[in-house]
């Protein structure tokens, strides 16, 4: 069946890099997304990749596909006290208009 | 250009009560969708509609009924409110590459 998968919580130092990990398990997938959520906010579109990419970059962002694995993860350059919040990696289900939700990882950054 | 909108922000109800959350768009999306977030769970589907006049259920429909009765309007109703219900709610809306969520209501069901 469909699933995606995250840890729950990630700690890092200002400054530091902060690599956020997801799996799933659909290989039908069209593009794969991460969210940012905010305390009493709703989910922000950061970026996404189309499935057939490996790699891409937006300013501190960069995201790594492997599609063998099925691994997607979120890499923050400089980590700030301001990208403190929870991360969804999601995925986009070929021919559907149908979104798949990780549970979220909630990044703390330690000044 | 407001995107999603989405009313109320909050609202405390008692058990067995109905009431319906607000959802608009200005964006011409066919599709939208209502989740629910709750603790550990991410985001579950609970109702989506792929056009005006066409609804269907997602992962966790009961207790909930939607309507689509133009493009821009999406609302979600709780028929007898339980403390299950207790989540925050979002609405969202998709282009074709794009999923585009409303800023959420905080429900209580007491």
């Known amino acids: 069946g469909e699933d995606v998968e995250q840890s729950l919580f990630l700690s890092v130092r200002e400054g530091d890099s902060s690599v956020i990990n997801c799996t799933y398990t659909d290989s039908s997938s069209t593009y794969l997304y991460w969210y940012k959520q905010e305390p009493g906010a709703g989910l922000q579109l950061l970026t996404y990749?189309?499935?057939?990419?490996d790699m891409k970059q937006d300013q501190r962002l960069t995201v790594l596909l492997n599609k063998k694995d099925k691994h997607l993860s979120l890499r923050i350059a400089d980590t700030q006290t301001g990208d403190s919040a929870i991360y969804f990696c999601a995925e986009s289900i070929r021919g559907t208009y149908k979104y798949i939700f990780g549970t979220g990882t909630r990044l703390k950054v330690l000044a | 250009n407001a995107g999603v909108t989405q009313t109320p922000k909050f609202q405390v109800l008692k058990t067995g009560q109905s009431m319906t959350l607000q959802c608009a768009q200005d964006m011409n999306h066919e599709y939208m969708s209502w989740y629910r977030q709750d603790p550990g769970m991410g985001l579950r589907l609970i109702h989506y509609s792929v056009g005006a006049g066409i609804t269907d259920q997602g992962e966790v429909p009961n207790g909930y009924n939607v309507s689509r009765s133009t493009t821009e309007d999406f609302p979600l109703r709780l028929l007898s409110a339980a403390p299950s219900q207790t989540s925050v709610y979002f609405c969202a809306s998709t282009s074709i590459d794009t999923q585009y969520f409303g800023p959420g209501t905080r429900l209580t069901v007491l």
């Open positions: 990749i189309f499935s057939n990419m």
